[in-house]
């Protein structure tokens, strides 16, 4: 079965700093691998996701993850945070079969002025 | 195109009754998917419906339930209400098929009493 593990429940940066939320993944073959963010009261909105091909993978509001098979991990990156970046981050992996993603518990992005 | 809407936002029930949670997709979408979101928790994938029935489901009992309406909208139902059931319900609509963006509502808050 596949599974997703967010380590870091909150995270906590100033403004301007850069960022990464780290996402490492549980499945056997190739993933399809998914982050989203949450504001509050909100649904869940999609930031990248990553299929086939080039490992770094560039998404919306000026984030990137890269995907690195060898430590089965997704992790996502913001080289300047702004204040409205904070949020709920989820990390998802889903496999060719179901077309179902699994998600992780989410990170927490507190950011400071 | 107003996405997907949930409906209502917030319901409070009291321990034993049953509740209906509603669900419009995105135009264009087949496909709608209920995960359960308990607070600070990511996403639990409930089930799926594609053409009227249910196509995958996740690890809930059977007090839960869902329909899915000619139109492609879709309900969630829930029988004998557990203070447990207090959650985040997110309703996310996709095209069948597809690997692609699994666009989500607002959700709908749950409060059992």
């Known amino acids: 079965a596949q599974s997703v593990t967010q380590p870091d429940i909150h995270i906590t940066v100033s403004e301007g700093a850069s960022l990464e939320l780290r996402c490492n993944y549980s499945?056997?073959?190739?993933?399809?691998l998914f982050w989203y963010v949450q504001s509050p009261g909100q649904g869940l909105q999609l930031l990248l996701k990553y299929f086939s091909g080039d490992t770094l993978v560039q998404g919306i509001k000026g984030f990137e993850a890269e995907f690195k098979r060898s430590q089965s991990s997704f992790n996502l990156r913001k080289p300047s945070v702004h204040w409205s970046d904070a949020a709920e981050y989820f990390c998802a992996v889903g496999s060719g079969g179901s077309y179902i993603p699994t998600f992780g518990r989410g990170t927490s992005l507190i950011v400071h002025p | 195109d107003a996405g997907v809407t949930q409906s209502p936002t917030h319901l409070i029930k009291t321990r034993g009754q049953q509740v209906t949670l509603r669900c419009s997709p995105k135009?264009?979408?087949?496909?709608v998917s209920w995960y359960q979101q308990a607070l600070g928790q990511g996403p639990q994938f409930i089930f799926q419906?594609?053409?009227?029935?249910?196509?995958q489901r996740g690890n809930f009992p059977d007090r839960f339930s869902g329909h899915q309406f000619p139109n492609y909208s879709s309900e969630l139902n829930v029988n004998a209400l557990l203070l447990g059931d207090s959650a985040l319900y997110l309703c996310a609509s996709s095209e069948s098929g597809v690997w692609t963006e699994a666009f989500f509502g607002q959700g709908t808050r749950l409060t059992v009493v």
């Open positions: 419906y594609y053409e009227e029935e249910e196509r």
């Open positions: 499945y056997g073959a190739t993933p399809y």
């Open positions: 135009s264009g979408h087949d496909t």
